[in-house]
């Protein structure tokens, strides 16, 4: 057995009491409190990244493509469902799934109230799964295949200011000439608590805005794209670009809603300051800690230097002693951080308030690569700083160390 490794099993604060055992302790626990709160943050960093992201790509896709225009920007040119780019997608690995949209703006009439809303239009291909997390109350739209539906969801916001539920109808009126209105049946309620959507979006059948326009039953407002993986946007726009039609213009919807992602991208610079402190504290507390360890133990260092000992054997058994310590604290802190994520996750503890952080619990995400990642930083980052203590073993003397008390 290497004779380093046994000595600091020996010293460890299994084997020894008073002093030792509570430096030990206490070492162990800063270890283990560092880690679990560095969990515990990335996981709720990773939560509300994931919550907001996947509401408003579920609202919108991950790319809008639609044609170039001036003017009303609540309205679009119409574009076709046989262009080029919707006829060839499904050849594209990348890309998931493609549906039509289009926006109509609106008057809603409610019994005492009148608000300015804006209707967009789907049809059956819509992601409805992906939406159906947004729906707090009834269900999404039944479509008909010979004509336009008169179901909408309405955002639960405005159902709230214009007092409508589900089951009741409402009048809608269009600006254009000459006015027209269309009577519609709420459905369903969806909240997203972001105000982009929640203050003035309803979602309805896009034949209606076709019938409103005089579109033919091919043309469409745009069309939102969904790829594979929404962490390669940047990587995905060239490519798309080049299958775009020529009349379109392709819109990064990172871009199209930058106050929200760039928000979201604020917050990681706040948990990296965060896990860097972290780990500076408990790369000091592991360093100060063990040179109280090896004050401690002067006297057995004499010892082992007069019986032969070299001062690699020396340094050693208190690196090991230190990795020891750091062992038993990531393993504590897992087991702390990971076990009140996953009752965070199940049982949603602890509320939020929807009005300030877009969602009503504090979310959770398990990102084990980074889990992964943030213990071997701790481990490498608090091994290394061990030896900065252990280098002061070379200068102490065997006779003075002896008499040391």
Known sequence: MNLSYFIAKRISFKRTGGFTGTIHRIAVASV??????????????????????????????????????????????????????YQNYPEVDFIKHVQVYAHKP????????????????????????????????????????????????????????????????????FVQ?????????????????????????????????RNLNGWTDDQVGGFEIFVDDPSKLDVYIDPLYEIMDYDLKLIKITDKYLEIFDWLTLLNNNVYVFLGLILFVAAFNMVSI??????????????????????????KIFVWNGIRIIGRGLLIGNAIG????????????????????????VPIHWNWPVFIAMNLMILLVTTLVLFVPAMLISNIKPIKAIRFD
């Open 32 to 85: 283990a409190i560092g880690l679990a709160i560095s969990l515990i943050s990335f996981m709720i960093l990773g939560g509300f990244q994931n919550e907001i992201s996947n509401k408003v790509f579920s609202f919108t896709g991950h790319y809008q493509g639609m044609k170039f225009m001036s003017g009303n920007a609540f309205e679009e040119s119409p574009t076709s469902t046989k262009s080029d780019f």
């Open 106 to 173: 609106g008057l809603l009439k409610g019994d005492q109230e009148v608000e300015g809303v804006l209707l967009k239009g789907v049809d059956k291909n819509f992601d409805s799964l992906t939406f159906k997390a947004s729906i707090t109350k009834g269900r999404f739209i039944h479509f008909s295949d010979s004509s336009a539906s008169n179901e909408i969801l309405l955002s639960k916001k405005v159902a709230n200011k214009l007092l409508l539920d589900i089951g009741e109808s409402v009048t809608m009126y």
């Open 177 to 209: 000439e000459p006015p027209r209105f269309r009577r519609f049946e709420i459905v369903g309620l969806y909240e997203t608590y972001l105000e982009n959507f929640d203050d003035k979006i309803l979602i309805g059948d896009i034949q209606t805005i």
């Open 290 to 315: 063990l040179f109280i360890l090896i004050m401690e133990r002067t006297q057995m260092i004499g010892i082992l230097k007069a019986v032969g000992a070299k001062n690699s054997q020396i340094r």
């Open 338 to 361: 990971l076990g009140l994520g996953f009752l965070q996750d199940q049982f949603k503890l602890i509320p939020l308030d929807p009005e300030s952080y877009y969602m009503a619990f």
